[in-house]
T-cell receptor, first 112, second 114 residues
């Protein structure tokens, strides 16, 4: 068990570019969550998958954001036409049941 | 987005001191969680609470799930330098359409007294 893995750890992109982040959950975990954390704030829920089904999306997830978990294992989060306000830490977490789950180390996005 | 009211926002500790922080909400939660986050890392789960009134310990950490289900507190006894970091409370929504989403507080930053 290597924990929840996120890639890349850091990403700097120019405004207007598209970016994609990857999350590899703990292997037997069927639930996968994405959160966003800005400086000085707690993480905020973005979306949730159970296996490959995306079951819930936050209002924070604008139409420029899309998340997938095609085979119920790893997940990707894509942001299209990035804006400076998208600069944040993007955290992925996974769990086996509805319980206190394990977070990855996050991807820090800076939009310049 | 919705966040919980967590206090204090920051505090300075001297090694050996006990530390208390708390979290309140206008909503009822079925589960309360406490996480610690170090710079550049994701939050790490410290304690999970599942029942109103529950008091749970994890080493020098003790947390309680408030009887109204709208609050929780975390105590750290005999603090040590590695306790420095940001502590977050989180309430879990696991009813209706929300299965396992966490609502976080803004964090309590623990620093060492100069």
């Amino acid at each position: 068990d290597t924990g929840v893995s996120q890639d890349p750890r850091h990403k700097i992109t120019k405004r207007g570019q598209n970016v994609t982040f990857r999350c590899d959950p703990i292997s037997e975990h069927n639930r996968l969550y994405w959160y966003r954390q800005t400086l000085g704030q707690g993480p905020e829920f973005l979306t949730y998958f159970q296996n490959e089904a995306q079951l819930e999306k936050s209002r924070l997830l604008s139409d420029r954001f899309s998340a997938e978990r095609p085979k119920g294992s790893f997940s990707t989060l894509e942001i299209q036409r990035t804006e400076q306000g998208d600069s944040a830490m993007y955290l992925c977490a996974s769990s086996l049941v509805v319980d206190g789950y394990t977070f990855g180390s996050g991807t820090r996005l800076t939009v310049v | 987005g919705q966040q919980l009211n967590q206090s204090p926002q920051s505090m300075f500790i001297q090694e050996g001191e006990d530390v208390s922080m708390n979290c309140t909400s206008s909503s009822i939660f079925n589960t309360w969680l406490w996480y610690k986050q170090d710079p550049g890392e994701g939050p790490v789960l410290l304690i999970a609470l599942y029942k109103a009134g529950e008091l749970t310990s994890n080493g020098r950490l003790t947390a309680q799930f408030g009887i109204t289900r709208k609050d929780s507190f975390l105590n750290i006894s005999a603090s040590i330098p590695s306790d420095v970091g940001i502590y977050f409370c989180a309430g879990m929504m696991n009813y209706g359409g929300s299965q396992g989403n966490l609502i976080f507080g803004k964090g309590t930053k623990l620093s060492v007294k100069p």
